[in-house]
Nanobody, 115 residues
Framework: VQAVESGGGLVQAGGSLRLSCAAS????????MDWYRQAPGKERELVAT????????NYADSVKGRFTISRDNAKNTMSLQMNSLKPEDTAVYYC?????????WGQGTQVTVSS
């Protein structure tokens, strides 16, 4: 199982970024996928989840209305569109899947929002 994130970077507050996750090594369409993030000195937190078919999504309260999670099952990819970014969104963002009781993580991509 492999997940590779991309799209992070430095952006000013109020700006936008789009993160992508390319997954391989498992049957992508069968599994819910998640984005997590971890800020310095803080625990890793769940940001958003998309169901296996893409028809259902859930968001942390802190990002509702600003972030949109989506997936393309034909390409085995997942995305996170982040708008109206705030300095408190600064973190390393991780792609995650739980498969057969085992958690798999990407290497993470840094998002830094300057004020």
């Amino acid at each position: 199982v492999q997940a590779v994130e991309s799209g992070g970077g430095l952006v000013q507050a109020g700006g936008s970024l789009r993160l992508s996750c390319a997954a391989s090594g498992f049957t992508f369409i069968l599994y819910n996928m998640d984005w997590y993030r971890q800020a310095p000195g803080k625990e890793r937190e769940l940001v958003a989840t998309v169901s296996s078919g893409g028809g259902s999504t859930n968001y942390a309260d802190s990002v509702k209305g600003r972030f949109t999670i989506s997936r393309d099952n034909a390409k085995n990819t997942m995305s996170l569109q982040m708008n109206s970014l705030k300095p408190e969104d600064t973190a390393v963002y991780y792609c995650h899947v739980r498969r057969l009781g085992v958690d798999y993580w990407g290497q993470g991509t840094q998002v830094t929002v300057s004020s």
